[in-house]
């Protein structure tokens, strides 16, 4: 089945274990109807979800991950287009979306999880992205916040990118993942937790101060004043906006665009390849009124040869310790 949209160059088909599988191109008109010819038994996916009383947190309990795809063989990539194993049958793709065949979420659980593939060159990067491309990006994450974000029982859509094995990625290929989330995860409630909003106060306080990395009219990127991390950035629109889909077509490309900035100066920081992770945090299906979007990327290189591992005050406490001053990380950032 497939179905297609050429004025928004975005094409909709089902893989054969009947997930979705969305196309986005740079441009209309391009045949995307490749089938899927392997052989996979029906989706059914069987999450849970467990309540922390302690804590009040949700646990998602996903056993079936154990057998996910782990840095598999040169040639076996399953984001690479049309090999044997792959999960895009075409034979070349823009920015692919598709369920996530191991997912954290989803059935019994709720919610839902998709992968993001960039591009289909392996050995590319997010930070090296053609323009036209980060605008098709765009397009897809706020394709991708208003349709998850209208299923029922979601309460947040959160999209993320992880790189290098140091921080757990286990494809090395260029792709982020989206969780649509039966419940408001514990970083949001700690936001939305604020009388006033927390980020138009922070925005305000740190745009034209020494922990700015990168700013224009209406978004600013600076190191926050307690990082928790060595080397960690926000990024934030100057005004009040909820997600993606509220700030417009013409400002998410401009973010994608600042993002992909960010990211480049995070690859000047060390030789060889900076492991970072980054999260683009949206407004609660419940709480758009109040929430900000933000970005955060941060990575656990320290040193050129050292991590920032989580010891126990961190993890067992959660008491961070940086060992880089937000300022020195600031300006190394901006040079």
């Not at 989206?178 to 006033?196: D, S």
Request: with cysteine; charged share 25%.
């Amino acid at each position: 089945m497939t179905t297609a949209s050429s004025a928004a160059a975005r094409t909709a088909v089902h893989l054969a274990d009947g997930r979705e599988l969305l196309y986005f191109d740079d441009v209309p008109g391009l045949d995307r109807g490749a089938p899927d010819p392997r052989p996979l038994p029906p989706h059914r996916p069987r999450p849970e979800l467990r309540r922390d009383e302690v804590f009040d947190e949700w646990i998602a309990v996903a056993a079936h991950r154990q057998t996910r795809t782990f840095l598999p063989a040169e040639g076996a990539c399953p984001l690479c287009p049309g090999g044997p194993g792959s999960e895009i049958p075409a034979p070349d793709y823009h920015v692919a979306i598709f369920e996530n065949r191991f997912p954290s979420l989803g059935g019994p659980a709720g919610g839902r999880c998709e992968v993001v593939c960039f591009t289909d060159d392996h050995d590319a990067s997010f930070a090296g992205l053609a323009d036209d491309r980060l605008a098709t990006v765009a397009r897809a994450f706020t394709d991708r916040t208003r349709e998850l974000g209208r299923l029922p029982g979601v309460e947040e859509v959160f999209v993320f990118e992880n790189r290098g094995v140091e921080i757990g990625a286990t494809l090395t290929h260029p792709h982020g993942q989206i969780y649509a989330f039966p419940y408001v995860t514990p970083k949001a409630r700690q936001v939305l937790a604020h009388e006033e909003c927390a980020l138009c106060a922070d925005v305000a306080r740190e745009a034209s101060g020494e922990r700015v990395v990168a700013a224009d009219e209406h978004f600013v990127a600076y190191v926050p004043y307690a990082a928790r991390w060595p080397y960690q950035v926000r990024i934030v629109p100057r005004r009040h906006v909820p997600d993606l889909p509220a700030l417009g077509e013409e400002l998410a490309v401009e973010l994608m665009g600042l993002y992909a900035e960010t990211l480049r100066r995070f690859d000047g920081l060390f030789p060889g390849t900076v492991p970072y992770l980054a999260c683009w945090h949206q407004a609660p299906t419940g709480a758009r009124d109040r929430a900000h979007l933000w970005v955060e990327i941060f990575t656990p290189r320290r040193t050129a040869d050292k991590l920032k591992y989580l010891a126990s005050v961190e993890s067992g406490a959660g008491a961070f310790i940086t060992d880089v001053a937000p300022e020195d990380a600031a300006a190394r950032l901006r040079a």
